[in-house]
């Protein structure tokens, strides 16, 4: 009988040697998560065939006999069925559409993709009931592919622990402020150095927090969602596309596994307040190299994860101008809809003026392009999107703001983007 480890390099050459008609294997094929609470992993599907992709994925508490055949002491099962392989009563939940963060990628000849796991505390929560009454500590995460040449079931061991040591370094939460500001939109004067910043940051596992801050000015092109991800969530290939801004800070910190740190924001100095109109300071996490979280792409290529999450980071806002627009910008409840709403029907934006301003614009995004702008004069303070809009876009996810320009078009005041969904 050959030895475990004599069996799974005879599979990992096979894997590799394989011709790309079909997903060929996923790296790691068995990570440590926490056992009581969320966790984020960084995955690569190696060998995607041209015309196959991702379908679902979801967790199980059991596999089909045979899955774990010549290695059930290891419990790695073999990656890559054709069937599906859990046993359909273990089933702990689905990955959510919100959460799924999978990005196609390329490594040489190989296409790849890249997978952020996001494991919902209530699937680690129903994996260690299942532990306590007897089952095993382990539980398999199946991605489910589909192409030319059928459905393919790729398999990941989930061990569950204490979420510490031996644990790639994710972030499960951030939060940013000012200290002791709650303002949606911190008001400064200018020349002014606004409050220190800080981010609380909760994570899973232990390693090295590397990154900086970075302030957006008036007239920058605006983040994308992509922009303000982690940089380890992304695929090799597309890590420097991010677009960068000016930089305010740095930080190099060793995280240890007590799950919860505060990182102090730059120098208030050196945050820019010198011209007037919106800034947004941003959180920027770079990748690093944690033996934890190597991944292979195909190849003989590796690539390093420290650092992963799956949500953007936060961003701060401040506006810096004169003591009339400070105090409209300001204002709470000086915006509607309010962020997050879901209306039915009729779907109307409503704003205050800003001093000064002779116009506003009114943009509407619907998955990071426009698909609705217009030009209000002062003084009017609401726009109602015409039915046939509100129809094409019925339950989808639109992201809007306004922005205040001077008779030379120059931009005076923006805000933030907010969410609203017309069921």
């Not at 927090?209 to 969602?225: F, M």
């Not at 992304?234 to 990182?263: A, D, H, K, M």
């Not at 190849?299 to 101008?321: D, K, S």
Request: net charge neutral; glycine share 12%; proline share 9%.
């Amino acid at each position: 009988m050959r030895t475990p480890v004599r069996w799974l390099a005879t599979m990992i050459c096979l894997l590799l040697s394989a011709p790309a008609i079909a997903v060929i294997g996923v790296s790691p094929f068995g990570v440590n998560v926490r056992s009581t609470g969320p966790t984020s992993v960084y995955l690569t599907f190696q060998g995607l065939d041209p015309g196959e992709g991702p379908v679902d994925a979801y967790w199980c508490g059991e596999l089909q006999p045979g899955v774990l055949a010549g290695n059930e002491l290891l419990q790695f099962p073999i990656p890559v069925q054709t069937s599906d392989p859990c046993v359909r009563g273990t089933i702990f939940g689905q990955l959510p559409s919100t959460l799924d963060r999978s990005r196609q990628s390329a490594s040489g000849s190989f296409i790849n993709l890249t997978d952020i796991m996001t494991i919902p505390p209530s699937v680690a929560r129903r994996a260690y009931q299942a532990a306590q009454a007897g089952a095993n500590s382990a539980f398999f995460y199946v991605r489910r592919f589909s192409g030319p040449s059928g459905d393919r079931f790729v398999v990941v061991t989930c061990r569950m622990g204490g979420g510490g040591a031996r644990t790639a370094l994710a972030l499960l939460d951030v939060r940013v402020g000012f200290e002791g500001r709650r303002d949606t939109v911190l008001p400064v004067a200018r020349e002014e150095a606004p409050p220190r910043a800080a981010a609380r940051i909760l994570y899973n596992g232990t390693g090295t927090l590397r990154g900086r801050w970075e302030v957006v000015q008036p007239g920058d092109p605006e983040p994308s969602d992509t922009d303000l991800l982690t940089e380890a969530t992304l695929p090799p290939e597309q890590r420097s596309s991010q677009r960068r801004y000016l930089v305010v800070g740095r930080f190099e910190v060793f995280l240890p596994p007590t799950g919860e740190y505060l990182l102090p924001g730059p120098d208030p100095v050196r945050v820019p307040t010198q011209a007037e109109g919106p800034y947004k300071l941003l959180l920027r996490i770079e990748a690093t190299d944690d033996r934890e979280s190597l991944s292979d792409t195909g190849g003989g290529r590796l690539t390093f994860a420290g650092g992963v999450a799956g949500f953007p980071m936060p961003v701060l806002r401040y506006y810096v101008g004169a003591a009339d627009t400070l105090a409209v910008i300001g204002r709470e409840g000086a915006l509607a809809p309010a962020p997050g709403a879901e209306l039915e029907g009729a779907l109307e934006f409503s704003w205050v003026d800003v001093p000064g301003a002779l116009w506003v614009r009114l943009e509407v995004r619907a998955a990071e392009a426009e698909v609705l702008a217009a030009v209000v004069p002062a003084g009017v303070g609401r726009y109602a999107v015409p039915p046939w809009f509100v129809e094409a876009q019925r339950g989808k996810a639109l992201s809007w703001r306004v922005v205040a320009h001077h008779g030379s078009g120059r931009s005076l005041a923006g805000t933030s983007w907010r969410t609203v969904t017309v069921r």
